[in-house]
């Protein structure tokens, strides 16, 4: 982006666009999607020991010999590929947003 500005001979305030509210609002929305997802990995990854440490809940068989620890940490893995995914795909959409907010700048919607 350094590169593009250099040529278009734009200097970019970055303050002047951290202040404006479409940017204030992206950075609510982002916080508050990471802190949620973060809470669920959490949540859900240190389930696994208390449950197998105070409970007996996850160490009745399942299917044949497996238990539900073996099922519940199977779907561990698929609930972080399943985040990792949502992760990526809500990241694009904010970066396009970011760049949607820089541009708007540029062209002089956001100047003050």
Partial sequence: MANNQAKKGVVID?????NQESFKSLV?????FLWSITA?????Y???PI?????????QKAFGEI???????AGLFIMTW???????AKANNFDREAK?????YENGGGRR
């Fill in 14 to 18: 970055y303050d002047a666009i951290a």
């Fill in 67 to 73: 238990t539900w620890v073996w099922i519940y940490s």
């Fill in 100 to 104: 949607a907010i820089i541009a708007e």
């Fill in 40 to 44: 669920i990995f959490l949540l859900a």
């Fill in 51 to 59: 449950l197998t440490s105070y409970t007996t809940i996850l160490h």
């Fill in 46 to 48: 240190m389930l696994l």
């Fill in 28 to 32: 609510r929305r982002k916080n508050s």
């Fill in 82 to 88: 399943g985040l990792c995914h949502l992760y990526v």
